[in-house]
């Protein structure tokens, strides 16, 4: 009788941490349908959250009312601090932005990877 070698590795693709190769698995496998797709709703939403800060930053820039945007008594000091409210707003819009584009090449390059497609869609001439 031999014995077994317990030292050997078991090849188990039960256990295996890396997804399966291309060939054995389906596009529409559902574990890997909807790869990246909470990063493509991050993306939507922190575009959103950027027009709002942009219209509220303009706003706020543009806008002045004498009775209720007063912070201090001359009016010239009222708008270079609204002005600069205003700008602050801008800029949160334009990092949200930014960050929504960040998320959506992350979740356009996690989906290429799961369904073995290049991320480049430039056709070859």
């Known amino acids: 009788m031999e014995s077994s070698d317990s030292s050997a590795p ?3 693709p039960e256990i295996s941490d890396s997804p399966p190769p291309a060939e054995t698995r389906s596009q529409t496998d559902p574990q890997y349908e909807n790869a ?3 990063l493509a709703a991050l993306a939507v939403i922190l575009v959103v959250l950027s027009f709002i800060f942009l ?6 820039m543009y806008n002045y009312d004498d009775a209720n945007d007063k912070v201090v008594g001359g009016d010239a000091y009222n708008y270079i601090i609204l002005g600069i409210r205003g700008l602050a707003f801008i800029g949160i819009g334009i990092a949200s932005a930014v960050i929504s584009v960040v998320c959506a ?4 390059a996690k989906k290429a990877t799961f369904l073995n497609r290049s ?5 070859k001439l």
């Open 119 to 123: 991320v480049s869609t430039v056709p």
């Open 105 to 108: 090449v992350f979740s356009a």
């Open 55 to 60: 219209g509220v930053g303009l706003y706020r």
């Open 10 to 12: 078991v090849d188990n």
């Open 36 to 38: 990246g797709e909470g």
